[in-house]
């Protein structure tokens, strides 16, 4: 069983600075590609930033220099390192892996249960 456990979420003054971790389990990390996205109340969920096993990181455009997306395969951690925040970045936001589950050895996409950011101005 993949699971996704987020934490670091919380309430930040804009102009301040939060980092997000996502731990992995169950999943073979050093081959996958793991994802931050987010959710605000009444919009769709969207991406935030990806980062693939070799280390190509990609963003969206809202978050471009003030995000940074790293990851620790020792650790089987994400990290989602959020400076500048502004009150637009509050939401839900959720760690997302494409891998190959250990266990049996199929590919699939897995989500997080999220965490919340919220800035407040």
């Known amino acids: 069983q993949v699971q996704l456990v987020e934490s670091g979420g919380g309430l930040v003054q804009a102009g301040g600075s939060l980092r997000l971790s996502c731990a992995a389990s169950g999943i073979i990390f050093s081959s996958s590609v793991m994802g931050w996205y987010r959710q605000a109340p009444g919009k769709q969920r969207e991406l935030v930033a990806r980062?693939?096993?070799?280390?190509?990181?990609n963003y969206a455009d809202s978050v471009k220099g003030r995000f940074t997306i790293s990851r620790d395969s020792a650790k089987n951690t994400v990290y989602l390192q959020m400076n500048s925040v502004k009150p637009e970045d509050t939401a839900v936001y959720y760690c997302?892996?494409?891998?190959?589950?250990?266990?049996?050895?199929?590919?699939?996409?897995?989500w997080g249960q999220g965490t919340q950011v919220t800035v407040s101005s």
């Open positions: 980062i693939t096993s070799g280390g190509t990181a």
């Open positions: 997302n892996a494409d891998g190959v589950q250990s266990a049996s050895v199929r590919w699939g996409s897995y």
